[in-house]
Structure formats: structure tokens, C-alpha cells
């Protein structure tokens, strides 16, 4: 009879399957038990994915790894023929199971490295599939262990920037925290942060010129140099007066010394910030003490 009740044990595949995996068993059902059937790929209505399909015996398997999100679904058209010749042709949609897979995060660039206590840098990310097509969303956690930030995914990829803390080596990790569909991945990368150079400027002397013998006011200040926009809040100005040596400690950025005047002649003061290990390098400055000039009177 017309071997017209044959079916497919299975008309679903999952994705990232091997090349070559079964998708299904094809049997047929007949009322004359001692026939046999031969199964074909053949042209016809709904042929249009035969290609990616073989039959080995009864077996059908695909001829890639499906991805589901390259192609959700297939359709293919089977011929059964039997021993007489007689056959009958049926048409299959075979649908990609969705599985939540694999990806990879990977930080695609940290800059400017290296960078200086007091800056901004930038982390960017990608993350993809590991294997096959799509697209993750979500977002990525970006952080040295100290600082964090959030970069959100767009296209796959996103950026957001960290600030430089202290000086050092730094590891920068990225984790993907997934998004339906997609798996977790995380990456590391190398960051450099060095010290900040500084810039001590003795900004005035009052009053200058002063009384010879008088007493007078150092005025001082410690900056950052660009790029780095850190304020000195704390630390150390060493003020050298002719002789004599004072430590005089800074408040955001200043820091004053009264000296109490007995010098005569020229005074030459150094001032030198001492920087810090780990945030700011040494600067200094020096200024030249002008005392008032008299006429002699008889
Ligand atoms: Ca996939
Ligand atoms: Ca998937
Ligand atoms: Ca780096």
C-alpha cells in the first residue's frame, strides 16, 4: 500500500549541537509488515532548507550546528518510497530549540593608560556570543577593586569610566551580569596609574618689602598639573628661611608661614612640598626676600 503514515520521531533540534547531530528517527507505518521503505530529500513544496539536511538509512541529521538565532526554523520535504516504488512526499518544519549560551566579555580598551592620581579613564567593552549570532544585552560591572562604574550594552558593546585613585598597578574586571538568553562571562586587563606632578608657587610675601628686621607671612600654594584635577589636602611644605627648616602643613592647597624677622641683608626661601608615596610627586619654589629700602636721614 501507499506508504502515506511515516513520521519524524522528533521535529526539534537544540542549538550548538555538533554538525551531523540525528534530529529525528523516520518510521512508517503499514499494514504490510514485510515492506520497507527507503527515505530522500526531494524538490517540492517546502524544500527549502533540504540542503542543510542528509538522511543516513532512517536516520535524519543536519548538516551544521544550528543556531537559533541565526535561524529559528527549517523546512524540508521527505519522499518515502516503498519496495514497489510507491511513494509518498511529506513536508517537515524542524524548529531550533533556544538555549541560553555562552558569551564573552572582553575589555577592548582602558584609556588613557597610563593614567595619573586625579584622572579619568575610559573602560571599554564588547560582549558576544561564544560561538554562532545575536546580539546580549545588559550591562557590564567595571570596577579595580576600589572603584566601580556601569557600563550599559548597546550593539553588544559600552564604556564608562573609573577614576585614578592612587598610584600603582591596577586590575581592571569586567563582569557581564547576563540577560535572558545569555550566560555571565567576565575579563581582566592591566591598569597603570602614576603619581601626579604638583606645582608649589610661594604667591606672596607680606608685607613685602617688609621692615628690614620685620616680621613677615609666606604665602603658598600646591596644585595639581593637568590632567589630574586632584586638590592637596593634606601633607607637607618644607619652608627654608635662610637657616632654618619648618615643616608647615597644607589645607586644600595652601599652607602659610609667619617668620618672625631678625635677618638682615638678602633671605632666600625655598619652599618644597614633600609629595606623598602614592598620590603626588615633589614640587618646590624659591623667592628672594626684598626688604625695604631707607634713605639715610642726617
Ligand atoms: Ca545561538
Ligand atoms: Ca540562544
Ligand atoms: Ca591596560
Not at 4 to 23: D, G, H, K, M, P
Not at 164 to 184: D, M, Q, R
Request: aromatic share 6%; net charge negative; with cysteine.
Amino acid at each position: 500500500m501507499l506508504p502515506n503514515r511515516y513520521q519524524l520521531s522528533s521535529t526539534s533540534i537544540n542549538e550548538n549541537v555538533s554538525a551531523n547531530s540525528t534530529v529525528g528517527t523516520l518510521s512508517t507505518t503499514d499494514s504490510n509488515s514485510s515492506d520497507s521503505f527507503t527515505y530522500t530529500l526531494v524538490a517540492g513544496t517546502g524544500d527549502t532548507d533540504n540542503n542543510a539536511f542528509g538522511i543516513s538509512g532512517s536516520l535524519l541529521t543536519i548538516n551544521s550546528s544550528p543556531d537559533y538565532e541565526a535561524k529559528s526554523s527549517y523546512s524540508i520535504r521527505i519522499r518515502s518510497t516503498d519496495l514497489g516504488g510507491l511513494y509518498t512526499d511529506k513536508q517537515f518544519t524542524i524548529q531550533v530549540n533556544d538555549l541560553s549560551e555562552s558569551t564573552t566579555t572582553t575589555i577592548t580598551s582602558d584609556a588613557p593608560d597610563p593614567s595619573v592620581v586625579g584622572q579619568n579613564y575610559t573602560v571599554s567593552v564588547s560582549v558576544a556570543p561564544s560561538s554562532g549570532a545575536g546580539m546580549p544585552s545588559g550591562s557590564v560591572q567595571i570596577g579595580d577593586s576600589v572603584n566601580f562604574c556601569t557600563a550599559t550594552l548597546s550593539a553588544g558593546t559600552g564604556s564608562c569610566s573609573l577614576p585614578s585613585t592612587s598610584a600603582g598597578t591596577k586590575t581592571i574586571t569586567a563582569n557581564y551580569s547576563g540577560s535572558t538568553g545569555w550566560l555571565t562571562s567576565s575579563d581582566t586587563e592591566s591598569h597603570s596609574v602614576t603619581k601626579a606632578d604638583t606645582t608649589t608657587t610661594i604667591t606672596s610675601i607680606t608685607p613685602e618689602p617688609s621692615e628690614l628686621g620685620g616680621d613677615y607671612t609666606i604665602y603658598m600654594t600646591v596644585t595639581t598639573n593637568s590632567p589630574s584635577t586632584s586638590l592637596i589636602s593634606s601633607g607637607t611644605i618644607n619652608v627654608t628661611v635662610g637657616t632654618t627648616t619648618t615643616g608647615v602643613p597644607i589645607t586644600d592647597g595652601q599652607a602659610s608661614l609667619l617668620v618672625t624677622g631678625n635677618s638682615t641683608g638678602t633671605v632666600t626661601i625655598f619652599a618644597t612640598y614633600l609629595g606623598d608615596a602614592s598620590h603626588f610627586n615633589t614640587s618646590s619654589d624659591t623667592e628672594t626676600m626684598r626688604w625695604k629700602i631707607h634713605s639715610s636721614r642726617r
